[in-house]
């Protein structure tokens, strides 16, 4: 049972150039997140969502897209990479979204650097 | 939408001392407010979690309160070691109308000091 795990664990970008973040988890979980963490900031979250085929809005959702095809899996794409979206990127899940299944786990991180 | 608010931002410790940091949120709806432990390098990990139904919750040396009506919550570390330090986070949650976010305070770097 690996839980949540991302790839890549690096990634070095030039500004303009495109890529795809992809987040897995085996705990059948419903509910699915992307956050950005920068330093002095905390997390913010990017997309989520709520079951295969379903995504909404977060926080800082400008720059990103993200695919929920199948339940296991939740992609977050970069279109056109900026410096701004130099951050470190965590996914997360849960089981539901109401009270007693609703805790998140992360996934190990995705440090992105775009030049 | 939610806003959270975290204090200290940093906070140092002498091993054996308390450690306390406390939250605060502007959504009264909210209902749901984990904390977070996260080393260097590596993912948060959910520490302790209360719901708006409880006051106070304890787990060993965690302890987290909350008051609803002040809007304000906090953690508490009693007896702290070295392998506590770390970078802790406040959340807050917001679920209804369609949404579900889940919003954490910017982070305390807890110190203890052998």
Known sequence: NAGVTQTPKFRVLKTGQSMTLLCAQDMNHEYMYWYRQDPGMGLRLIHYSVGEGTTAKGEVPDGYNVSRLKKQNFLLGLESAAPSQTSVYFCASSLFGRAGTDTQYFGPGTRLTVL | ?114
């Open chain 2, 1 to 114: 939408g939610e806003n959270v608010e975290q204090h200290p931002s940093t906070l140092s410790v002498q091993e054996g001392d308390s450690a306390v940091i406390k939250c605060t949120y502007s959504d009264s709806a909210s209902n749901y407010f984990p904390w977070y432990k996260q080393e260097l390098g590596k993912r948060p990990q959910l520490i302790i979690d209360i719901r708006s139904n409880v006051g106070e919750k304890k787990d060993q040396r965690i302890a987290v309160t909350l008051n609803k009506t002040a809007k304000h919550f906090s953690l508490h570390i009693t007896e702290t070691q070295p392998e506590d330090s770390a970078v802790y986070f406040c959340a807050a949650l917001f679920s209804g109308a369609g949404s579900y976010q889940l919003t954490f305070g910017k982070g305390t770097k807890l110190s203890v000091i052998p």
